[in-house]
């Protein structure tokens, strides 16, 4: 080949290799999609040709908590009903999970990673739906047993093992978190890139359901709890350090806390109004009974108004009357005897 012939083929490599960065073929997706760099064509071997869109998914850093799905799973229709209404892309991002070649050409660069990151979240999505199956499951629960998901950051728990889990089933909700069968609480995974997974690409279900399918696996309970001490000497339970608490969490309860407290006044003050009025206690006791009760004192307080009173007889004698009105008392008293 002549020197001239050389500086164009060159050139035609140039010309093409920066088309394939421009449209993100052969750099972002998996060795064997798309079209390869020209200059590194011939140093790819067979198994690299052959790698898969689902394992080189699942292989990119930070996707650790993934299996792979088998293609069985993701081309029957039933496994995937829903999911169209919710990824944009939907037969783009499904052929390119499944290394289907669809037209590149007629799509725009905006477009074509608008279609990668369909099928990220439709292989989530996907990948939500599988774990739940005994295959998928017992995927899971290999990584589960060599701790591939991580470990409890609670010192108590001792390094367990822990489970990814999803605050929700919707994508976009939350981040994936870890679960920790033995103190049952969920936390951020350790590792950023991990920790930016979309929570519902493994759903709220998974982790509580393979556990209760692998009995095996539940640790034992972490019963081992932290106990403050002050000099070496435990806290009392009765101190505000504990009271506080509780105080708290009575209060997080929101209104019904305040109504609560509201209504311990209000009878503190109607007691004490008992205690300086007499009279005064009937109508609080009849307002703060029941419906009930406070008919039936109203009804036996209308029967007691309606009774004739009893003349109040004086404890001691009336004083002696004069001549002028002496026979007058004499003849009333007969009359209070009577009566």
């Known amino acids: 080949m002549t020197q001239n012939g050389d500086a164009d083929w060159d050139q035609l490599l140039e010309h093409q290799s920066q088309r394939l960065e421009g449209s993100g073929i052969g750099t972002s997706g998996p060795p064997g999609r798309g079209v390869p760099d020209l200059e590194e064509s011939s140093d790819l071997s067979g198994s690299e040709e052959e790698t898969t869109w689902i394992s080189w998914f699942c ?12 293609e069985a799973y993701i081309q029957d229709d039933f496994n995937l009903t829903g999911l169209a209404s919710m990824v944009p892309y939907y037969d783009y991002a499904l052929d390119l999970i499944l290394d289907l070649e669809f037209p590149t050409d007629v799509l725009t660069e905006e477009q074509q990673e608008l279609v990668e990151n369909a099928a990220e979240m439709l292989y989530g999505l996907i990948h939500a739906r599988y774990v739940l199956t005994n295959r998928g499951m017992d995927q899971m629960l290999e990584k589960y047993r060599r701790a591939e998901f991580g470990r409890c950051p609670r010192v108590l728990c001792r390094g367990q093992a822990v489970l990814p889990t ?14 920790c069968p033995s103190c049952r609480e969920v936390y951020t995974p350790k590792s950023s890139r991990q920790g930016s997974l979309d929570g519902a690409y493994f759903g709220t279900t998974f982790a509580h359901l393979m556990l209760m399918c692998h009995p095996e696996a539940i640790p034992n309970p972490g019963l081992d709890k932290y106990e403050p001490r ?3 000497f435990r806290i009392s339970k009765k101190s505000i350090y504990y009271t506080r608490e509780e105080a708290g969490s009575n209060g997080a309860s929101g209104k019904s806390g ?3 407290s509201s209504r311990r ?3 503190s003050r109607s007691s004490a109004g008992r205690s300086a009025h007499g009279g005064g206690g009937a109508a609080t006791r009849t307002r703060d009974a029941p419906r009930g009760q406070s008919e039936t004192a109203a009804a036996g307080s209308t029967q007691r108004s309606s009774r004739p009173e009893a003349p109040k007889t004086a404890a001691h004698p009336p004083p002696a009357p004069s001549n002028d009105s002496a026979p007058a008392v004499e003849a009333e ?6 009566s």
């Open 59 to 70: 292989n990119l850093r930070g996707n650790e908590f993934f299996v792979e799905v088998d």
């Open 166 to 179: 999803g605050l929700s089933d919707m994508p976009r909700h939350d981040q994936v978190k870890i679960y």
């Open 230 to 232: 002050i000099y070496g």
């Open 258 to 260: 305040a109504d609560h």
């Open 265 to 267: 006044r209000l009878e």
């Open 333 to 338: 008293l007969p009359k209070t005897a009577a």
